[in-house]
């Protein structure tokens, strides 16, 4: 029996086989990105560098010695590796659970594979029990609240949250999520979203599942 963490050290552990010496690798944000940070540390890969999605995860570049690069001087990245919130086997994720969303999105989008590590009790049928994170600029959050109730969803301010990005984040709850490309989009169009944490029209190419009985590897 393993329990969370050791399931998400397991994940981690089983995305080193994509990651070749010399690379510039793309990292997400969250404890089990943590355990891919430590696996990184204790590997022999070299990497030429990372680009982080967040000052958490550049913190712990540092501590784990790894060069931090900067995404305008990077170009397109080979791989980019993270966690996630919920997960379907067609690759559609929801994240944001740490806050990290838009930088995420921006490294999945700039990314040429996105390979998504999780723990087995992430992985869904339809998206949605875990609430969507959404990030605002701060004067918009009333106004983008409305519109995600006229979505059908209900939306919960994080309080006391700021993004790195200076921004907040709203949670949205009670959404069941058939169609998140069409969700995504929708959330797109509302003027004062900088991001929102669906993962859909640019999901995972690669899962890695770790479970009890072992970790598996869908390719969506
Ligand atoms: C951060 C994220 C994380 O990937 C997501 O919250 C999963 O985190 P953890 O690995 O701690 O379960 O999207 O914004």
Redesign the pocket.
């Given at each position: 029996m393993f329990d969370t963490t050791g399931k998400?050290r397991r994940a981690a552990q089983a995305a080193l086989q994509y990651v070749e010496e010399g690379m510039v690798l793309g990292i997400?944000?969250?404890?089990?990105?943590?355990e891919l940070i430590e696996a990184l540390k204790n590997c022999k890969i070299h990497l030429e560098g990372a680009v982080s999605?967040?000052r958490q995860t550049s913190e712990a570049l540092r501590a784990a010695r790894i060069p931090e690069l900067d995404l305008n001087f990077a170009g397109e990245l080979p791989l980019y590796i993270?966690?996630?919130?919920q997960a379907t086997a067609q690759g559609a994720l929801?994240?944001?659970?740490?806050?990290?969303?838009t930088r995420?999105k921006v490294l999945a989008a700039a990314s040429t594979r996105f390979v998504c590590?999780?723990?087995d009790s992430?992985l869904v049928d339809v998206l949605g029990a875990f609430p969507l994170?959404v990030e605002v600029i701060p004067m918009a959050r009333s106004y983008v609240a409305r519109r995600l109730l006229a979505l059908g969803g209900q939306p919960v301010w994080r309080d006391g949250v700021v993004t790195d990005n200076g921004n907040v984040i709203l949670d949205v709850h009670n959404l069941t999520l058939s169609d998140p490309v069409g969700f995504e989009t929708a959330v797109n169009q509302i003027a004062g979203v900088v991001t929102v944490?669906l993962f859909a029209r640019r999901g995972a190419d690669v899962l890695i599942v770790a479970g009890n009985d072992g970790v598996k590897t869908l390719t969506p």
């Open positions: 998400k997400g944000t969250g404890s089990t990105v943590h999605s967040s993270d966690g996630a919130d929801i994240k944001g659970g740490g806050a990290a969303l995420e590590i999780i723990d992430k994170p944490g």
